[in-house]
């Protein structure tokens, strides 16, 4: 049986297009979308019903035994930070360090180091209140503030483990978690500069003063400084470390072997989970439960998105969809521009950064040999590429984009000018840093 490339393409269409409809028009969960667009994929091609559901089967069975742990343990990770009050610890210190006259920079780099293990929204959402009364303090407009803030929080949230979208991504296209976290954190920050630098020019056309009482959760006994940010550097030192070591051709180092257990991704974040529990002395069982509870449970919702992600690449590549592009285009001369403007295209039209990279390294994933980005260094910056590309563009059908706009009191025309503008530069500016990347590294 063969089938044509127009078969093939139609069917890939029709599986995005209900992907979108699915979760946008009709608010359908994304792992229900996902699967259902597994089996019109599949049958679109003449995949045996049977094949269909081993490769769903497969393909979710492997997305888990990679991710499951790291996922869970990283949320976990963020909701015991934001409880214990170390995230505005963390804010409050960098504040002191760059003065309330460059409160908007002290925000952006507040959310850069507070979203590496938290989520956007809920970081967000945990310092909304501190960016209100800073605001007000200061007399600069919310608008900057907040637009500052988000975009510090998004940056690292679209680009690096263990978030879920490049946690995916990398477990999909193979990629190692610290040689990502390493390189990932500075192409992050120049995205980050160019949301900043955005919010600064244009808020400053759209005067917003922020408006009622601060909101802060009070604490008994706030942790350290010290204790506020182990939890966040030490897990990514860790992976950094064996990463590092991982170029070393030497393996009989004690050194070396005992960086190598420290450093797996889900120890590294048991570590950092273990770390949390020192800045607050006066646990309860019931606290300790619910908060556990808490990062289980939401880790679950999270999970069955990237599992269904996983079915659904590993269905595209049951079609040897890989093969028919490469036949019938010359996606050499696209290399990472390709991964970019999927990610883009989904991401813009869907909504959501998570749904859009999954969807898009499944899709990737069998190009790889024809854009040209087989290496090591090639798949890293691919991963990198559907980054910036899940940057864009943050709009009305954005959960975050909502988020921003609750605790901030902003109106959608100020977000849409100021926000959803800033994530255009932030994709931009992240490809363009790739791009030079890839000069050097390809």
Not at 87 to 110: D, H, N, Q
Request: aromatic share 8%; glycine share 10%; hydrophobic share 55%.
């Amino acid at each position: 049986m063969t089938i044509s490339f127009i078969q093939v393409l139609l069917s890939l269409l029709a599986g995005i297009v209900v992907i979108i409809l699915l979760t946008t028009k009709y608010r359908v969960h994304a792992f229900f979308a996902l699967l259902i667009a597994c089996f019109l994929v599949g049958l679109g091609v003449q995949l045996p019903f049977a094949t269909i559901l081993t490769s769903i089967r497969q393909g979710f069975g492997h997305i888990m035994q990679s991710l499951g742990l790291i996922i869970v343990l990283g949320t976990t990770l963020g909701v015991l930070l934001e409880h214990t009050g170390c995230t505005r610890v963390m804010a409050g210190f960098i504040l002191k360090k760059t003065g309330e006259k460059k409160a908007p920079l002290a925000m952006s780099l507040t959310g850069f180091i507070v979203g590496l293990p938290i989520f956007c929204d809920s970081g967000y959402i945990v310092l909304s209140g501190l960016n209100q009364s800073l605001a007000k303090r200061t007399g600069i407009s919310v608008v900057i503030m907040a637009v500052s803030l988000a975009t510090g929080l998004y940056a690292v949230h679209c680009l690096l483990p263990p978030h879920p979208g490049a946690a995916a991504a990398a477990s999909t296209i193979g990629i190692d978690f610290g040689k990502l976290i390493t390189i990932g954190i500075a192409v992050a920050i120049p995205g980050m500069i160019a949301g900043h630098l955005w919010a600064r020019y244009a808020g400053k056309k759209v005067p917003h003063v922020a408006a009622g009482e601060e909101d802060i959760i009070k604490h008994t006994v706030a942790p350290s400084v010290l204790m506020a940010f182990l939890p966040v550097i030490v897990p990514i030192l860790l992976i950094a470390i064996n990463s590092f070591f991982a170029f070393e051709k030497n393996t009989g180092s004690s050194v070396q072997k005992f960086f190598s257990i420290l450093g797996e991704p889900v120890i590294a974040l048991s570590v950092g989970v273990l770390l949390v529990f020192l800045t607050v002395r006066n646990w309860t069982k019931q606290t300790v439960s619910k908060l556990l509870q808490e990062g289980a449970e939401k880790a679950g919702g999270i999970l069955v998105i990237i599992g269904a992600g996983g079915a659904f690449g590993a269905v595209l590549a049951a079609t040897k969809i890989g093969e028919h592009f490469s036949e019938a285009l010359n996606l050499q001369s696209m290399g990472i521009f390709f991964p970019f403007l999927l990610t883009f295209i989904l991401k813009t039209a869907q909504g959501s950064s998570t749904v859009a990279i999954i969807t898009a390294a499944s899709i990737v994933l069998p190009l790889l040999p024809a854009l040209g980005l087989t290496s090591e260094m090639g798949r890293l910056l691919c991963v990198l590429s559907m980054g910036a590309g899940s940057m864009m563009i943050s709009h009305a059908n954005d959960a975050y984009f909502w988020v921003i706009t609750k605790f901030s009191g902003l109106e959608m025309k100020s977000m849409l000018k100021v926000y959803s503008v800033a994530t255009i530069w932030m994709g931009l500016v992240t490809l363009l840093v790739v791009y030079i990347l890839s000069l050097f590294l390809l």
